[in-house]
């Protein structure tokens, strides 16, 4: 069945350093790779999404890379700030998916100061 | 311009009961999907209305209903409520069916 696996499910960095977030995907007709993060008590925010026809896409200290072959996904966020701790989560959609994003289970970032 | 509404924005109901919950979209958007997030995990999809119809549907049982209305917005209604529907819901907005997603505030349903 369709299933969306996110890993670590808890990140802990150093204000400065890098963190990455990986993800994989079961159905090979996902095309559309969003990333959403989430403050405590808050909305889901989009953050930055890619689809299938493009292999990274980078916005600033964010960048996504996707790789359809082996069907997994990854989140890099540089230079992190203490901003940035939150809840991070992975989805995948598609055209044949009735419009449902599928989530990972999530990645709590926390950045220490 | 505002961005996805929800209400209430907290509710609790006891086991049995019945609950309708509000959204409104971005304007210009004809897309909205509802998904329950349990704490600690990733929202689940439970509906995608699109021009008024239903478009997909998760894995969610037939207590669980929706509709769109003519200027888009939307309710979910669950009947029969039990312990377990306790969670978020959210509404996402949508400018078609396969384009990017944008979240409510949601809405805390505690069902006693």
């Known amino acids: 069945g369709e299933n969306v696996e996110q890993h670590p499910s808890t990140l802990s960095v150093q204000e400065g350093d890098s963190a990455v977030i990986k993800c994989t995907y079961s159905d090979s007709a996902s095309n559309y790779f969003p990333w959403y993060k989430q403050e405590l008590g808050k909305r889901p925010q989009l953050i930055i999404d890619i689809r299938s026809n493009v292999g990274e896409k980078k916005d600033q200290r964010i960048a996504v890379t996707l790789n359809k072959t082996a069907k997994h996904f990854s989140l890099h966020i540089t230079e992190t700030q203490p901003e940035d701790s939150a809840v991070y989560f992975c989805a995948t959609g598609g055209y044949n998916q009735g419009g449902k994003l599928i989530f990972g289970q999530g990645t709590e970032l926390s950045v220490k100061p | 311009d505002a961005g996805v509404t929800q209400s209430p924005t907290h509710l609790i109901k006891t086991r049995g009961q019945h609950v309708t919950l509000r959204c409104s979209p971005i304007?210009?958007?004809?897309?909205v999907s509802w998904y329950q997030q349990v704490l600690g995990q990733g929202p689940q999809f439970i509906f995608q209305y699109y021009e008024k119809e239903e478009r997909g549907r998760g894995n969610f049982p037939d207590r669980f209903s929706a509709r769109q209305f003519p200027n888009y917005s939307s309710e979910l209604n669950v009947n029969a409520l039990l312990l377990g529907d306790s969670a978020l819901y959210l509404c996402a907005s949508s400018n078609d069916r396969h384009n990017e997603q944008f979240f409510g505030p949601g809405t805390r349903l505690t069902v006693l």
């Open positions: 304007s210009g958007h004809k897309s």
